[in-house]
């Protein structure tokens, strides 16, 4: 009787996307920053990249308003070893906003052209942040905020969805043309180029690669790993 195989647990596969900086404490910084500074340590990546993004929507959406406010900074002048590298504050002391101006900005927003409900429930999810760093309370927000946001309605924003509709669409006539044709310089391209868009042409019609997330992946992954038993 034969031996058994031996079974090897495979460590973790290495999660894809550049590795999330570890955030420094400054030094000599009151109890206050030292209590955010934890606050923000214990709080979810998806958290904060939502923070992140509702900062980039109001100097989008506001960013006429925002620059005449001189305590509020720009995208990326913060300090870059906070919690969002610099990209905006994350400690008290680092901005000053009052409950009128954090209420106009949530308002410029809304205003704006082809601006839906999710994104203004997004920048209210990032003044909310900002407002615990200035008071020290976690999930609260400015009055004029909240009073802002529930005179909107879901219905008075445009719904922002993704296009589904392919355009273009290739026949099987043209992809067995496409792959039984040998290359020629007459193409008009290198061979380098021709071997590089075959491949990108089959992992596309052949395997069924989405054009973003599948064949995005594939263009910037650096490793690949063969698995026999999915083929």
């Not at 400054?26 to 206050?32: A, D, E, N």
Request: positive net charge; aromatic residues 8%; proline residues 7%.
């Amino acid at each position: 009787m034969g031996r058994a195989a031996r079974i090897r647990n495979k460590p973790n596969p290495r999660k894809r996307g550049p590795k999330r900086k570890k955030a420094k404490k400054p030094r000599r910084i009151g109890q206050k920053k030292r209590r955010a500074f934890r606050v923000n340590a214990k709080k979810l990546p998806s958290a904060l990249t939502r923070y992140k993004g509702g900062y980039t929507l109001i100097f989008k959406k506001a960013g006429r308003y925002c620059r005449t406010l001189k305590r509020l900074p720009k995208p990326g002048t913060c300090d870059p070893d906070n919690h969002f590298q610099g990209y905006m504050p994350a400690l008290p002391g680092d901005f000053h906003l009052s409950g009128p101006q954090a209420a106009t900005i949530l308002e410029k927003v809304a205003d704006a052209p082809n601006t839906s409900y999710a994104q203004v429930r997004q920048v209210s999810a990032t003044l909310s942040y900002l407002h615990s760093l200035m008071t020290g309370k976690q999930g609260t927000n400015w009055k004029l905020v909240k009073e802002e946001l529930e005179s909107r309605e879901e219905k008075d924003f445009v719904r922002l969805r993704p296009r589904l509709k392919p355009t273009v669409i290739v026949s099987p006539e043209e992809m067995k043309t496409a792959f039984t044709t040998e290359y020629s310089p007459a193409c008009g391209l290198t061979y380098a180029k021709w071997v590089s868009g075959l491949l990108a042409a089959w992992c596309w019609c052949i395997w069924g690669c989405r054009p973003r997330c599948d064949l995005g992946a594939l263009k910037t992954s650096t490793d690949h790993d063969i698995n026999r038993v999915q083929g």
